[in-house]
């Protein structure tokens, strides 16, 4: 079942002789389930279509479709509903708050949706994160292991249908980012959650079920390598 679509996305940075194409004409379709992983030199335009996806940021042309809904025909009240209950991202800096808690960083989303937090739900998050008892450390105070640990904490806590990873292993050592991808992956199985990462290791993009490689703002791969 396609839980994504993509129709002729384009975007365009800057105007004149400045401008940038980051993404010329992508067309894409994803199923509910899959693992993908996109693949392709910097500059590309991989951080650009994970964004579009996301409803992060809104395309030059073209529509981007989830759950068959035309995402930029939302309103920006709607379109940052839609992101926060539908989308997880996660980035290779955690992009934590820095004056917040574990705690408080994982529950963010819940209450800028003001949600009241599920403590059973956010009791198994950060048990099976590991995060148990780290909960009213601040980031600092932290290891990167664990900070992009919390950080796949806030991305979870809503249960996205969407989980988007952009090089969520880039500033971690091999045996952290082991475990980062262990932890995308068992959610993915285990919740039938869509899974996007761009990634720079080729071990990370060989697990993946399908890999779509970026060149100069289109696609120029997209192969199924585990069917
Ligand atoms: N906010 C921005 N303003 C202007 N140019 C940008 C912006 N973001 C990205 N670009 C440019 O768009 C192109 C694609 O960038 P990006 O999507 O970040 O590539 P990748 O993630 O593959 O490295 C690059 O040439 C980059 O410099
Ligand atoms: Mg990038």
Known sequence: MEILKMEHLS????????AVKALDDVSLSINKGEFVAIIGPSG??????????GGVDRPTSGKVYVDNTDIYDLDETQLA?????????????????????????????????????????????????????RLTHLPNQLSGGQQQRVSIGRALI????????DEPTGNLDSQNSEE?????KMFNKTYN????????????????????SIEDGKISKDEVIHP
């Open 44 to 53: 590309s335009g991989k951080s650009t279509l994970l964004h579009l996806l």
């Open 11 to 18: 975007k365009i940075y800057g105007k004149g002789e400045t």
């Open 158 to 165: 809503s249960n996205p249908s969407i989980m988007l990873a």
């Open 180 to 184: 980062i991808m262990d932890l995308l």
């Open 193 to 212: 959650q869509t899974l996007i990462v761009i990634t720079h290791d080729e071990r990370i993009a060989l697990q993946a079920d399908r890999v779509i």
């Open 81 to 133: 509903i839609f992101r926060r209950r539908q989308i997880g991202l996660i980035y290779q800096f955690y992009n934590l708050i820095p004056i917040l808690t574990v705690e408080e960083n994982i529950t963010l989303p819940m209450l800028l949706d003001e949600h009241k937090v599920d403590q059973k739900q956010f009791n198994e998050v950060v048990r099976i994160l590991g995060l148990d008892n």
